[in-house]
């Protein structure tokens, strides 16, 4: 079964600075992987996913992942994080080859942005 | 365009009754999911149809949970004598991957909230 692992349950971060959200998975194939933000009280929005090819992807907002088979992880970066940035993040995997039925998410992690 | 919406945005009930939970996926999009988000939990999928398929039941938790797709649009997700632990936000998605867009756009969520 496919599963996904967020370790960071909340960080904290100072306006600015750089950011990397953890996030593995296991799957028996080829995933599709995602990140989405939800700020409070609003769905899901999608920042980024990987198909195939390019293991760095960009995403909206400044944000970009790297896919690494190795290590079956999909971290999500960003250099510079700004006060809007506060939100909750979670990475999902989806079956390669359809990529829209259902998704496995992970547990999420919340960000804090301190002045 | 319009996204996915859904209705009521909040709900209270009291333990025992039925709800019933709307969701008006984006126009043309084939494919919609429900997801279920429990305080501190990652978005647990419950169901998902795909046109005219026969729908994906293996998250619902319970026989106490349907759903139903309408004219390949509207859906209504029932949950009859509702538990405390019913108490969740329950996100809707659609996608459309008859159109070669393999990601899903959710809505804002009805959060229910069984006394």
């Known amino acids: 079964a496919q599963s996904v692992t967020q370790p960071d349950i909340h960080i904290t971060v100072s306006e600015g600075a750089s950011l990397e959200l953890r996030c593995n998975y296991s799957y028996g194939a080829t995933p599709y992987l995602f990140w989405y933000v939800q700020s409070p009280g609003q769905g899901l929005q999608l920042l980024l996913k990987?198909?195939?090819?390019d293991t760095l992807v960009q995403g909206i907002k400044g944000f970009e992942a790297e896919f690494k088979r190795s290590q079956s992880s999909f971290n999500l970066r960003k250099p510079s994080v700004h006060w809007s940035d506060a939100a909750e993040y979670f990475c999902?995997?989806?079956?390669w080859g359809f990529g829209n039925e259902k998704l496995t998410f992970g547990t999420g992690t919340r960000l804090t942005i301190i002045p | 365009g319009a996204g996915v919406s859904q209705s009521p945005s909040n709900k209270v009930t009291e333990k025992g009754k039925d709800v019933e939970l709307r969701c008006d996926p984006i126009s043309g999009h084939t494919a919609l999911y429900w997801y279920r988000q429990s305080l501190g939990q990652g978005l647990e999928f419950l169901i998902y149809?795909?046109?005219?398929?026969?729908?994906?039941k293996s998250g619902l938790p319970s026989d106490r949970f349907s759903a139903e797709r309408t004219g390949g649009s509207v859906s209504t997700l029932t949950i009859q004598r509702t538990q405390q632990e019913d108490s969740a936000v329950y996100l809707c998605a659609s996608s459309a991957p008859l159109a070669g867009v393999y990601e899903q756009y959710f809505g804002p969520g009805t959060r229910l909230t069984v006394t």
């Open positions: 149809f795909q046109g005219n398929s026969a729908p994906d």
């Open positions: 999902a995997v989806g079956p």
């Open positions: 990987y198909f195939s090819g």
